[in-house]
């Protein structure tokens, strides 16, 4: 920590000594090394605890991200600091090492996109660019209009050779999902990449410490790993990815009391020491067309005792899975059509009992261990999307199909035994000041029936939104979203049918020097269950008025009704107002404050504001001090289950980017 810090504070002093070779910042120019990045200090403290919450009343997080490119070269860095950190919990705490070739493609895109919104600005792009079009229509007519094509390609071949590599840059900022990397002759011939970056460009991604890698969906995605990963796609034509480390430690079990309650008891789960191995490999671009294999290997300890527990007990477990992935375009940046299927072989139980026979192949049986707790399943997805821009389409449509004992043990809160489609369709009218929309989506469990039933979902909706020029805005959505289930069984059978409707409009005007805006919601949901006790319905409607002066003050009001009602419960009635002001002094320093008042008659009152304080120091700090006061007051509710309290909240972040 201390280190990071030096160094970074080390490096904000550089230019002050007027060291050319060194850069700070997106701006820095053509310096040898230049360091980007960003920081943010957080803190915070409080008089009580959160509601059923597990973060401490009082904490602090510091974040740095810092990229140093040497010559060319970029290495970056993420470190995180929280005293949120427990040894009795899964880690918070993370840094990492990377050097990312895409963050380099980054920087050049954006410079070869500021070149060529220069050079279009520009007299002679102006003049260039008329003469290539006048080119291109006359040769077209070719046959009607000799003299004319013959006078433009005298022009046009003068400075041909530079308006083409600019028209490579349009094309690839017009073009979806294309890269630098296809473009570089044209860059370099601009001076726009140096050699070493040309080089760069093309070396694999590397991770090192702690990882969130992505492989697929299906297979490993979002997890943190403790380890390394690497990732190569040279000339988006062959691609290889690996990573290797572990994805959670070993935790002993810790039982322990809420500090805001004795009622509720929180119990810490003890997990397993669990590791991964992972890689993919295939042909094309990773977000472009492609034909890719991936594998993922993740174990427990096997030598960890299981984990019991009151309800249940906790196995060390290890999961193989393998996929195939493609993505083609056969339209190319409109229509593409892109599938994954995979399939797992999950042991539950690394001390479950072995068993020998002749049904299944030694190989099988050596790779889930012989274990008479194993079990295999398989999911799949496939979509596809159309964008046209010339008629303002996109329409997309996606069937995902995981198994019950499909097990992906990188995906977090990966939901199984689910087969949904989706489709969405959005289309633009009249210049895009009218948009239409619409969507569905079905979802259906028990894929092999071992429940009592099976549920299906069904939600849809459809939305419209006219933004004409010099009128008001009108947004309109209506959506129903139904649930069943079809147990024979009344005990098990329901019929759950909601209903939202939302409409807003709203208009930003001026009044002499003053600018303003008014905004308008009305919204209303409604809730039938095959228990008419459990009925309820929503209906809210709030007002928006905001005012902006000459001078550096703008104010914010807002007042709103909701109506609760409800067939098994009181009816209820909730005023709502809040309002809001920002100051700014100078470049410096601003002010910013708000109240925020909720009356409820039946169940209670709430009532909060807070004070806040921003100031900026050029390229050094952006310091922002908040103080919060919440008074809520329940009827009902103890205190000890989340009713009546008073809270304080004070909140320090000093961050920046450069």
Not at 4 to 16: E, K, N
Not at 480 to 500: C, G, I, K, L
């Amino acid at each position: 920590m201390r280190i990071v810090t030096a160094v970074v504070l080390y490096c904000i002093a550089l230019p002050a000594y007027g060291q050319s070779w060194f850069g700070l910042g997106s701006r820095a120019g053509d310096a040898p090394v230049v360091l980007t990045g960003s920081y943010r200090i957080l803190g915070q403290s409080s008089n009580r605890q959160g509601t059923f919450q597990e973060k401490p009343p009082d904490f602090a997080r510091a974040e740095f991200t810092p990229t140093m490119i040497l010559f060319g070269i970029p290495v970056s860095a993420t470190l995180l600091y929280s005293t949120e950190q427990r040894d009795i919990r899964q880690e918070i705490n993370a840094f990492s090492l990377n050097l990312d070739p895409e963050m380099l493609q980054r920087i050049v895109e954006q410079r070869a996109f500021k070149a060529l919104e220069l050079f279009m600005a520009s007299d002679s792009g102006t003049i260039v660019h008329q003469a290539m079009d006048v080119y291109d229509s006359a040769h077209v007519v070719a046959d009607s209009a000799e003299m004319l094509v013959d006078s433009a390609r005298v022009f046009a071949g003068q400075v041909s050779s530079r308006v083409e590599q600019f028209r490579k840059l349009e094309q690839m900022r017009s073009t979806s999902g294309s890269s630098p990397l296809e473009y570089v002759d044209a860059l370099e011939s601009l001076g726009l990449v140096s050699a070493t970056e040309r080089t760069m460009m093309w070396l694999p991604k590397v991770g090192f410490g702690t990882i969130f890698p992505t492989l697929t969906p299906l297979t490993v995605s979002g997890t943190r790993v403790e380890g390394t990963s690497i990732e190569w796609n040279p000339g988006k034509v062959f691609f290889i990815s690996a990573l290797k480390g572990t994805t959670q430690r070993p935790l002993a079990r810790a039982d322990g009391l809420r500090i805001d309650t004795a009622i509720y008891t929180n119990l810490d789960n003890a997990d397993f020491g669990r590791s991964i191995t992972g890689a993919r490999l295939g042909f094309g671009a990773k977000d472009g067309p492609h034909w890719m294999f991936t594998g993922v290997y993740t174990t427990d300890d096997a030598t960890a005792a299981p984990i019991r527990d009151s309800l249940s007990i906790s196995t060390p477990q290890r999961n193989v899975l393998t996929s195939m992935d493609f993505r083609v375009e056969p339209i190319k940046g409109i229509w593409t059509i892109a599938a994954e299927v995979a399939g797992s072989i999950t042991v539950g139980d690394l001390h479950a009992p072995k068993f020998s026979t002749d049904q299944l192949p030694r190989f099988i049986l050596d790779l889930i261990d012989s274990s008479s707790s194993a079990y295999a399943d398989w999911a799949g997805t496939a979509s596809t999307s159309l964008s046209i821009a010339s008629t303002g389409t996109r329409l997309s449509g996606v069937v995902r199909r995981v198994g019950t004992g499909y097990r992906a043990l990188g995906v977090p809160n990966m939901r199984v035994d689910v087969l949904r489609y989706d489709a969405k369709l959005d289309q633009a009218l009249f210049k895009r000041q009218l948009s239409l929309g619409v969507f569905v989506r079905r979802d259906q469990d028990n894929l092999i029936p071992l429940k009592r039933a099976t549920t299906l979902t069904t939600s849809m909706g459809a939305n419209m939104n006219i933004s004409i020029r010099h009128l008001p805005y009108v947004r309109l959505s209506y959506m129903p979203f139904v649930q069943e289930s079809d147990a024979t069984d009344s005990v098990y059978a329901y019929a759950n049918r909601t209903t939202m409707w939302t409409s807003a409009t709203g208009y930003s005007y001026r009044i002499g020097d003053l600018s303003a805006s008014t905004h308008l919601t009305y919204s209303r949901q409604e809730t039938a269950t095959s228990v008419a006790s459990t009925d309820y319905s929503v209906t809210s409607a709030t007002g928006n008025q905001s005012i902006s002066f000459v001078f550096p003050l703008s104010l914010n009001l807002g007042l709103g009704i909701i109506q609760q009602t409800s067939a098994s419960t009181e009816d209820a009635t909730i005023i709502t107002g809040d309002g809001s002001f920002a100051y700014s002094f100078d470049d410096v320093l601003s002010a910013n404050g708000g109240l925020t008042l909720a009356f409820d008659k039946t169940y209670g009152d709430r009532v909060g504001f807070q004070l806040g304080i921003t100031a900026h120091f050029e390229d050094i700090a952006d310091i922002d001090l908040r103080a919060e006061r919440s008074i809520f007051d329940e009827r009902f509710t103890p205190a000890v289950l989340g009713g009546s309290y008073q809270e304080s909240v004070f909140r320090v972040v000093i961050s920046k980017t450069w």
